[in-house]
């Protein structure tokens, strides 16, 4: 009975410590956040940094994400407020809101805008205002602030590889056949998404074809119009890369509508889609095992998080305002096959603050 009773006085110690100990990792944690938050603070003279950022478009998922993601993260961990505006995927609109936040007085700008000649001017405008301006993903003209790149070329490059290999598996004498639905003329576009994907698939079937490329404006509702005429005018296509995920949805509805669309199982029978971004609408439709949209990609949480880090760099005088430097960010592939359902639900919650659970959207 003592023996009994000494262990037992010993596992409560050992519980408490553990408590204890678990207790102040957390404080610590929390007094390291709220050092570096009020850190920043001071080197503003005391007031809060106010930063500005600029989505292209409100409308998709992935720059929802970077909006809630940077304001979250710069605010629990700056101390910084955080002012979002839409870009509405208009130039002029782009140009306002960069003209709007110049008016603020703002600490610091970030800006996504596929317009390189309007991000070169926005730059411009930015710096003639002493007010430091960050870009991402794609170039601008004038190459003189520092530069966000998500690195998506081999998350691409793997998307391809894995859906060539899967169609194989299931028709090992069908090559094949592959749409692409893009943004247009896009040069980076072709670095890094439509050209890595394309030779993904190569690597694996020589024999593969590019049947077609189309600018699906990067619209759900445009691109199921365009994937129904490449239907009608190649059937034999069973490979489809939408740009981002809004057009593979596209893809997926034009396919459904005529009979396609559809896994055994995760078996390949009728063609598969893979898409850009990996937001909750895309990866609900990627784990629904009948589904054919069954491949993406994506790096909120890391985009959003170099993008505020560049701005507080700036601010700080840690990274030189008027020089173009690449900053860059890894992009995670996801697909049904090698992505464990967990892990996509970590990815989410990661990347686009989920508060859902994946495995019970994808039974509703």
């Known amino acids: ?32 956040t709220t050092a570096a938050a009020a850190e920043t603070t001071a080197a503003a003279g005391g007031e809060q940094i106010v930063v500005g950022h600029i989505v ?24 910084a407020k955080v002012i979002i505006l839409d870009g509405g995927a208009d130039s002029e609109k782009t140009l306002t809101a960069v003209e709007n936040l110049i008016s603020q007085k703002v600490d610091a700008i970030s800006i996504h805008s596929p317009d390189m000649a309007l991000t070169s001017k926005s730059i411009k405008l930015a710096h003639e205002a002493g007010i430091p301006i960050v870009t991402t993903l794609i170039y601008p003209e004038d190459k003189s602030a520092p530069h966000v790149q998500p690195m ?39 670095v890094l998404r439509f050209g890595p994907f394309f030779q993904g698939v190569q690597s694996v079937d020589p024999n593969a074809e590019l049947v077609t490329t189309l600018n699906g404006q990067g619209s759900t509702d445009e691109s199921m119009k365009i994937t129904l005429d490449i239907l009608q005018a190649n059937p034999e296509v069973n490979i489809i890369f939408g740009g981002n995920d809004e057009m593979a949805l596209g893809a997926l509805a034009a396919c459904e509508q005529v009979g396609r669309g559809v896994m055994n199982n995760g078996a390949p029978l009728t063609e598969i889609i893979a898409g850009v971004d990996g937001g909750p609408a895309a990866l609900i439709k990627v784990y629904s095992p009948n589904s054919s949209f069954k491949i993406t990609q994506g790096a909120v949480r890391d985009v959003a998080r170099a993008e505020m880090d560049a701005m507080m760099g700036m601010i700080e005088g840690k990274i030189d305002m008027n020089k173009f430097q690449i900053i860059e960010a890894y992009v995670k592939p996801i697909d049904f096959w090698n992505t464990s359902i967990e892990d996509a639900q970590v990815f989410l919650v990661d990347n686009y603050l989920f508060k859902g659970n994946l495995a019970d959207e994808i039974t509703k």
Do not use: N, R
């Not at 292209?56 to 101390?79: P, R």
């Not at 070329?153 to 194989?168: D, F, H, I, R």
């Not at 893009?182 to 576009?189: I, Y």
């Open 152 to 190: 998506e070329a081999p998350a691409s490059l793997t998307e391809g590889k894995v859906a060539a290999t899967k169609w194989l598996e299931a028709f090992p004498d069908k090559p094949c056949k592959v749409a692409i639905l893009d943004f247009g003329k896009w040069e980076q576009g072709e």
């Open 1 to 32: 009975m003592k023996k009994t009773k000494w262990i037992m006085v010993i596992m409560v110690v050992i519980s408490t410590i553990t408590l204890f100990s678990m207790a102040g990792c957390k404080q610590a944690a929390a007094e390291e």
């Open 56 to 79: 292209y478009t409100m409308e998709h998922q992935f720059h929802q994400g970077i909006a809630a993601a940077l304001t979250d993260y710069g605010e629990k961990y700056y101390g």
